[in-house]
C-alpha cells in the first residue's frame, strides 16, 4: 500500500512541477485548481487497477471518485479558466504580496497541492480494501449521488447568476445559496461520507470528512472565498453572512 501511495504522488510532484514552470511564463497559477481534482481524478483510477481488495469494490470505489474529481475539474477549468483570462484574484494577492519571492513560493506551493491530493486519495484507498460489495456500500453510493447532485446544482445555480450582467456586484442568493452561503462546499464534504459508509468506517476513511472540514474552514475554501466576497460585494455581502447559514443548509434570518 505504501509503495503504491508513493509512486501515485511522484506522479503527482512531476505533473505539478510542469505546471508550475508553466506558471512561470503565463504569471497564472490558477491551473493549480484543476491539477488538484484531475490529480485524484489520476490516483481514483490508478488504485483501482493496482490496490488490493474485492475486483467490484475497487471498481465501484474507483468509478465514484473519478467520475466526481473529472466532474470538479471541468467545472474549475471551464468556469475559473477557459471563461476568464486574469488569474483567479486569490493567486494575484498572493503574487502580490510574495513579491519577488512568488516564484519559489509557488513552487512549493504546487507540490503542496500533490501532497493534498494523495491525502485526500487515503480514504478512497481505504474504501476499495475488504470484500465483496454489500448493502452498506450501496447506501454509501446513495450518499454519493445525493453529494455530488447537490454540488452540481448548487455550482450550476452560481453559474447562472453570473452569466446575467445584470448581477455584477449582487451576491446569489437564488437556489441552494439561499439558505446556506457554501452550499458547494457543504455537498463536497457530504461527499466524504460515502467512502466512510461504503468503506464500512475503517479508521482511514474517516479522515476524507475531517481533512475536508479543516481545510474548508481553517486552510483554504470559506476565509479565502469569503475575504474576495467581501473585497468585491462590500455591504451585501455583509448582510449575507448576517442572514444566511455559513455551512450547512438552513432557513435565512430576517434581514436588517
Same mark, same amino acid.
Given at each position: 500500500?505504501?509503495?503504491? @501511495?508513493?509512486?501515485?504522488?511522484?506522479?503527482?510532484?512531476?505533473?505539478?512541477?510542469?505546471?508550475?514552470?508553466?506558471?512561470?511564463?503565463?504569471?497564472?497559477?490558477?491551473?493549480?485548481?484543476?491539477?488538484?481534482?484531475?490529480?485524484?481524478?489520476?490516483?481514483?483510477?490508478?488504485?483501482?487497477?493496482?490496490?488490493? /481488495?474485492?475486483?467490484?469494490?475497487?471498481?465501484?470505489?474507483?468509478?465514484?471518485?473519478?467520475?466526481?474529481?473529472?466532474?470538479?475539474?471541468?467545472?474549475?477549468?471551464?468556469?475559473?479558466?477557459?471563461?476568464?483570462?486574469?488569474?483567479?484574484?486569490?493567486?494575484?494577492?498572493?503574487?502580490?504580496?510574495?513579491?519577488?519571492?512568488?516564484?519559489?513560493? =509557488? =513552487?512549493?506551493?504546487?507540490?503542496?497541492?500533490?501532497?493534498?491530493? @494523495?491525502?485526500?486519495?487515503?480514504?478512497?484507498?481505504?474504501?476499495?480494501? /475488504?470484500?465483496?460489495?454489500?448493502?452498506?456500500?450501496?447506501?454509501? @453510493?446513495?450518499?454519493?449521488?445525493?453529494?455530488?447532485?447537490?454540488?452540481?446544482?448548487?455550482?450550476?445555480?452560481?453559474?447562472?447568476?453570473?452569466?446575467?450582467?445584470?448581477?455584477? /456586484?449582487?451576491?446569489?442568493?437564488? /437556489?441552494?445559496?439561499?439558505?446556506? $452561503?457554501?452550499?458547494?462546499?457543504?455537498?463536497?464534504?457530504?461527499?466524504?461520507?460515502?467512502?466512510?459508509?461504503?468503506?464500512?468506517?475503517?479508521?482511514?476513511?474517516?479522515?476524507?470528512?475531517?481533512?475536508?472540514?479543516?481545510?474548508?474552514? $481553517?486552510?483554504?475554501?470559506?476565509?479565502?472565498?469569503?475575504?474576495?466576497?467581501?473585497?468585491?460585494?462590500?455591504?451585501?455581502?455583509?448582510?449575507?453572512?448576517?442572514?444566511?447559514?455559513? =455551512?450547512?443548509?438552513? =432557513?435565512? $434570518?430576517?434581514?436588517?
Amino acid at each position: 500500500m505504501i509503495s503504491l @501511495v508513493l509512486i501515485g504522488w511522484a506522479v503527482l510532484a512531476v505533473a505539478l512541477g510542469l505546471l508550475w514552470a508553466r506558471q512561470l511564463v503565463t504569471k497564472n497559477a490558477t491551473s493549480v485548481d484543476v491539477a488538484w481534482s484531475g490529480g485524484l481524478a489520476f490516483l481514483a483510477g490508478y488504485y483501482a487497477w493496482f490496490a488490493e /481488495g474485492d475486483t467490484t469494490r475497487r471498481a465501484l470505489v474507483g468509478t465514484l471518485a473519478g467520475l466526481w474529481a473529472l466532474r470538479l475539474a471541468w467545472h474549475l477549468l471551464s468556469d475559473r479558466v477557459l471563461r476568464h483570462t486574469e488569474e483567479d484574484g486569490r493567486y494575484r494577492a498572493l503574487r502580490a504580496e510574495w513579491g519577488s519571492r512568488a516564484g519559489r513560493n =509557488f =513552487f512549493f506551493f504546487y507540490q503542496a497541492q500533490a501532497a493534498v491530493a @494523495v491525502l485526500f486519495s487515503l480514504p478512497i484507498l481505504a474504501a476499495m480494501r /475488504g470484500g465483496a460489495v454489500d448493502t452498506l456500500a450501496w447506501a454509501g @453510493v446513495l450518499i454519493w449521488f445525493v453529494a455530488v447532485g447537490g454540488e452540481t446544482l448548487a455550482d450550476h445555480q452560481l453559474a447562472r447568476f453570473r452569466a446575467d450582467p445584470t448581477n455584477r /456586484g449582487h451576491v446569489c442568493q437564488t /437556489g441552494l445559496w439561499r439558505y446556506s $452561503r457554501h452550499p458547494n462546499y457543504f455537498f463536497e464534504w457530504v461527499h466524504w461520507w460515502a467512502y466512510v459508509v461504503i468503506g464500512t468506517g475503517a479508521w482511514l476513511t474517516w479522515t476524507g470528512p475531517v481533512l475536508m472540514l479543516l481545510f474548508l474552514f $481553517r486552510l483554504t475554501g470559506i476565509p479565502y472565498t469569503e475575504q474576495q466576497a467581501l473585497r468585491s460585494r462590500g455591504d451585501r455581502y455583509r448582510e449575507y453572512q448576517r442572514t444566511t447559514s455559513v =455551512f450547512i443548509p438552513w =432557513f435565512p $434570518r430576517k434581514s436588517s
